[in-house]
């Protein structure tokens, strides 16, 4: 069965320094990839996404992600992280003739330390 | 962006009566709404796909009877959870797709006492 694994269930980092969140996918084929980030009484809003092409893909408020085929990941990164970025983030994979369904990884809790 | 509106964000209902949440694509037409359940600190578990004038496909798992989905228009999909029990305490979210992405509603907690 497809699946998405989000490896890290909390990650702090400080203001400023690097950020990377994992996600890995299990799928005979490529799937379409999504992060979605989730703050407290918000809606679930969407980074970026990966369909085909340029596998590194450019996203809202700074953020990107790669995907590589060869290690069915796809993970989130950002240069200077801010406090404003603190939030879960969720890996998300589209499967094809799935009918545009989502499946989710468990997430990642971001916090952000000043 | 697609707004997604949800009504209400929070309810508190006592055991065995039934609650209707409302998921509203306020400015775009939504052929396919999904409709979500997420545990604390959990991820989203997909419950149901809801098409427009169309019977909802419920996932393996879920109880249709429980879970009454209606589709009526293209702005509009109920969530109503019948005789609701403590169990069925969570926080529901619900998302409509358009031009190729899904937009997600702010969520309504369920409490049931």
């Known amino acids: 069965a497809q699946s998405v694994t989000q490896p890290d269930i909390h990650i702090t980092v400080s203001e400023g320094a690097s950020l990377e969140l994992r996600c890995n996918y299990s799928y005979g084929a490529t799937p379409y990839l999504f992060w979605y980030v989730q703050s407290p009484g918000q809606g679930l809003q969407l980074l970026l996404k990966?369909?085909?092409?340029?596998?590194l893909v450019q996203g809202i408020k700074g953020f990107e992600a790669e995907f590589k085929r060869s290690q069915s990941s796809f993970n989130l990164r950002k240069p200077s992280v801010h406090w404003s970025d603190a939030a879960e983030y969720f890996c998300?994979?589209?499967?094809?003739?799935?009918?545009?369904?989502?499946?989710f990884g468990t997430g990642t809790q971001l916090k952000v330390e000043l | 962006g697609a707004v997604v509106s949800q009504h209400p964000s929070r309810v508190i209902c006592k055991s065995g009566t039934s609650v209707k949440i409302e998921c509203r694509s306020l400015d775009f037409q939504a052929t396919t709404m999904f409709w979500y359940r997420q545990f604390p600190k959990q991820s989203l578990m997909l419950m149901a796909t809801?098409?427009?004038?169309?019977?909802?496909?419920?996932e393996q798992g879920v109880e249709k009877d429980k879970f009454l989905i209606n589709h009526a228009s293209l702005t509009l999909s109920t969530l109503t959870v019948t005789s609701a029990h403590p169990e069925d305490s969570s926080f529901y979210i619900c998302?409509?797709?358009?031009?190729?992405?899904?937009?997600f509603g702010p969520g309504t907690r369920l409490t049931v006492t």
């Open positions: 998300a994979v589209a499967f094809t003739g799935g009918g545009n369904k989502l499946t």
């Open positions: 990966y369909f085909s092409g340029d596998t």
């Open positions: 998302s409509a797709s358009g031009a190729g992405e899904q937009y």
């Open positions: 809801s098409n427009e004038g169309s019977k909802a496909t419920y």
